[in-house]
């Protein structure tokens, strides 16, 4: 079996992100110790982004091309 990758409460979110990056995986759970305190996602790194974007006042747009 796998060793589950965790994280400890005080990781600073760009450490988490990086992890998740890294590893390429959609979610990462979170201890206090060996209890399980909560599970960082995707989605919630994604609203973290959203907001700093919202509160910067950046407007910014960003084209996707598929070279084929």
């Known amino acids: 079996s796998k ?4 994280v400890s409460e005080d ?3 760009e450490e988490a992100a990086r992890i998740m ?3 390429k995986i959609g979610g990462l759970p979170v201890m206090q ?3 399980l305190s909560g599970i960082i996602t995707e ?9 700093l974007l919202g509160d910067a006042g ?10 084929r």
Do not use: H
């Open 3 to 6: 060793e589950v990758i965790t």
């Open 11 to 13: 990781t600073p979110l």
């Open 21 to 23: 990056a890294d590893q």
């Open 33 to 35: 110790g060996k209890t």
């Open 43 to 51: 989605t919630d790194l994604f609203k973290v982004l959203m907001e």
């Open 58 to 67: 950046l407007v910014t747009r960003y084209g996707l091309y598929i070279w």
